[in-house]
């Protein structure tokens, strides 16, 4: 019913950025909720970032000073911009996503992917 679609991973430097975006599409009647997850090897998956569709954020407290999630509610996408990247922030990048659907009137979380996000030393 919805798809969630991440860009944006790949190789970084430590101390350089990163944009990552995801884009939400199918039959979508609203977004309540958008938001970042990422998962160490060996690890449980741990939020990053999340953004309502009002812009109410909270972040990780490994990242608050870094990262920047923004969003365009018009095409269903969130951002997260990654400055000042660590070798620690290495992990598969999850976007995720509490929908309301035309077909499901009731909330439902879905899950993107993942991009893998890897800074070097």
């Known amino acids: 019913q919805v798809q969630l679609v991440e860009s944006g991973g790949g190789l970084v430097q430590a101390g350089g950025s990163r944009r990552l975006s995801c884009a939400a599409s199918?039959?979508?009647?609203?977004?309540?909720?958008m938001g970042w997850y990422r998962q160490f090897p060996g690890k449980q998956r741990e939020l990053v970032a999340h953004?309502?569709?009002?812009?109410?954020?909270n972040y990780a407290d490994s990242v608050k000073d870094r990262f920047t999630i923004s969003r365009d509610n018009a095409k269903n996408t969130v951002y997260l911009q990654m400055n000042s990247l660590k070798p620690e922030d290495t992990a598969v990048y999850y976007c995720?996503?509490?929908?309301?659907?035309?077909?499901?009137?009731?909330?439902?979380?879905?899950w993107g992917q993942g991009t893998q996000v890897t800074v070097s030393s």
């Open positions: 995720n996503a509490r929908v309301v659907t035309h077909r499901v009137l009731y909330e439902y979380t879905y």
């Open positions: 199918g039959s979508i009647f609203r977004i309540n909720a």
């Open positions: 953004i309502t569709s009002g812009g109410s954020t």
